[in-house]
């Protein structure tokens, strides 16, 4: 845990009145996301996290810039930090899916588009969003992309999100089979 400020110091960037000092920066959307007194590893998991979204700075780039007490963190402990914001995230975004499914209803329904990615040998990620609003709906990893795991995905995005209005997707075989609620042979 770092018990400590966390300040992020900018490429020369310096101080009119303390040209020797480092520009120190505090986010108010961090310190809004961030409760005071509560321990510093959340707001460095979310600094680095909205970092990395938003300003698409690279690990080195992150672990340059961001300062504890002048001592910079590990590309292993930035990276570490990035995942806990994005499980963090999930999780925030997971305990306001019914909140999400009033406002789709609210607008008609969702047109959900479906897609799975993966490289050789690895997990798939699938994702769900609303064709129509453009807002993702959910993600998942799946060992592969097969009827029973995206039946599953699918059994609770309706529980959590009501019925879509249609289904956009590469049809592969395995999101065909689940459409159909068949076995997969």
């Known amino acids: 845990s770092v018990l400590t400020t966390v300040s992020l110091r900018g490429p020369r960037r310096r101080c009119p009145d303390h040209r020797q000092q480092p520009f120190r920066w505090s986010s108010p959307v961090l310190d809004r996301a961030c409760l005071p007194g509560r321990h510093y590893d959340l707001k460095v998991a979310a600094l680095l996290g909205l970092e990395s979204l938003f300003l698409e700075e690279t690990q080195e780039r992150t672990r340059r810039h961001t300062t504890f007490e002048e001592s910079c963190p590990s590309t292993g402990t930035v990276s570490l930090r990035r995942e806990e914001f994005l499980l963090r995230a999930y999780a925030l975004h997971r305990l306001d899916l019914p909140t999400l499914g009033k ?22 990620v699938f994702v769900a969003w609303d064709e129509w609003s453009g807002l993702v709906l959910d993600t998942r990893v799946l060992s592969t992309e097969n009827a029973e795991e995206i039946a599953q995905f699918f059994r609770d995005l309706e529980a959590a999100l009501g019925r879509p209005q249609g289904l956009v997707s590469d049809m592969g075989k395995g999101i065909l089979t689940a459409v159909r609620g068949e076995k997969e042979v």
Do not use: E, I, N, P
């Open 103 to 124: 406002f789709l209803r609210a607008q008609g329904g969702y047109l959900l588009h479906v897609d799975g990615t993966s490289t050789d040998g690895s997990r798939v």
